[in-house]
Every structure is written in structure tokens, then in C-alpha cells.
């Protein structure tokens, strides 16, 4: 479990391909891997990644072939930069939301709007996750917990302030680059249960 608050900007040292439609990616992060050791689990970009080894400030996972699909992973390559978080521990303070780091899809940048002190970003969003986003919710978009700012059929838009454009990814995303987002988990257990309310269930 993660909370959407970056830790360290970190950047992809290489990938490579295993076999069977898997990658073994190689990530820096100093940070993150000060006190890192196998099988705790980083989020990168939102992704929730397994540690197979750590040497010097760099981490390695391995990435099944459904991740690589389902997420926007796939698509960096050496020296791309990526957002890193460890997994929370049970006694932080919970700075964001709960985020799991399982990727519901992959949205894209539409527009950018700065401000004076701001700077407004409009993303594309799936259809299928449409409805489990609302106004002034949460949602995480590239391992970010962010606040939605507005929200349409096909869209929504955050507002993004200096900090997180100086700190995380989302400072260089230019129109059209893919995204990972997560939306609240909460949203989707509200929906199974009225859905089995409705259908007449007890469970």
C-alpha cells in the first residue's frame, strides 16, 4: 500500500527483455533504496514493483508482460525519468490517499494551462473509469496523489502547484504522453456493494 507522495525522482537504467513477454527493469533511486531489500515493493509510476535485487542506489524487478500492456511502463526507456514511493508504513502519516499501485489504466495529457503560480493539466480518461471519478476526489496519476479539480465524460484536470511540478514527472509530461492512473479503490468497493444490494444480495 502507497500513499501518492512521491519520495525521490528517479530514472529508468535499462530494461531487459526475459523472455515469455516479461522485462527485468533496472531503476536509480538512492533514496528508495537506502534501506531496500529483496521482495519489499516500490511504486513506480504508480506500478507497484517487487525488488529482485539492489547494488548502488539502483533496484531491479521484474515486469510480467500483462503490466507492460495494461500501463504506460512499457513505453520508457534509459534514462526516462520516473516517480518512486516506498510502500507506507503502518505508522506514517497518510499525506495522500490509499493507493494500491495496481493500475486501472492508462489516460494522456490533453492540454496544459499555466498560471502564476499553478499550472492546470487536463487529461484524457478511459470510459470505464469515468464513473469513479468526481470533483474535489482523488485520484493518482502516475503514482501522484492528486486532487481532481473538474471532470467531464471523457476527461478530468488537476491542479498542479510548484512543488509537484519541480518534484515528480508531471513537470515535463507534454501533450499526448501516456499516464497511469489509479482511481480510489474506495469508489470501487461503494460500487460492488450497492451492486449486490440492488440485485437483491446479503453478501
Not at 516479461?22 to 515493493?41: F, K, Y
Not at 469508489?187 to 444490494?197: F, I, M, N, Q, S
Request: glycine content about 14%; aromatic content about 4%; proline content about 3%.
Amino acid at each position: 500500500m502507497f500513499t501518492g507522495i512521491v519520495e525521490e525522482l528517479g530514472e529508468i537504467v535499462r530494461t531487459t527483455d526475459t523472455g515469455g513477454d516479461s522485462a527485468l527493469v533496472a531503476v536509480r533511486g538512492p533514496l528508495v533504496t537506502s534501506d531496500a531489500r529483496h521482495g519489499d515493493s516500490i511504486a513506480v509510476n504508480g506500478v507497484c514493483l517487487t525488488v529482485v535485487d539492489v547494488s548502488d542506489g539502483v533496484f531491479t524487478a521484474d515486469v510480467m508482460g500483462e503490466t507492460l500492456r495494461r500501463t504506460a511502463l512499457g513505453a520508457l526507456r534509459p534514462g526516462d525519468p520516473v516517480n518512486l514511493e516506498r510502500a507506507a508504513a503502518l505508522n506514517s502519516r497518510l499525506g495522500g490517499h490509499l493507493v494500491q499501485g495496481h493500475v486501472d489504466g492508462v489516460g494522456e495529457v490533453l492540454s496544459r494551462e499555466p498560471a502564476a503560480q499553478w499550472e492546470t493539466v487536463r487529461f484524457r480518461l478511459p470510459a470505464d473509469l469515468s464513473r469513479y471519478v468526481v470533483e474535489k476526489g482523488s485520484i493518482t496519476v502516475d503514482g501522484i496523489s492528486l486532487t481532481v479539480a473538474g471532470v467531464g465524460d471523457d476527461w478530468f484536470s488537476v491542479g498542479l502547484i510548484p512543488t509537484t511540478l519541480k518534484l515528480t514527472t508531471l513537470g515535463a509530461r507534454g501533450v499526448g504522453d501516456p499516464v497511469n492512473l489509479e482511481v480510489d479503490v474506495l469508489a470501487k468497493y461503494v460500487e460492488r456493494l450497492l451492486g449486490d444490494r440492488a440485485a437483491g444480495g446479503d453478501r
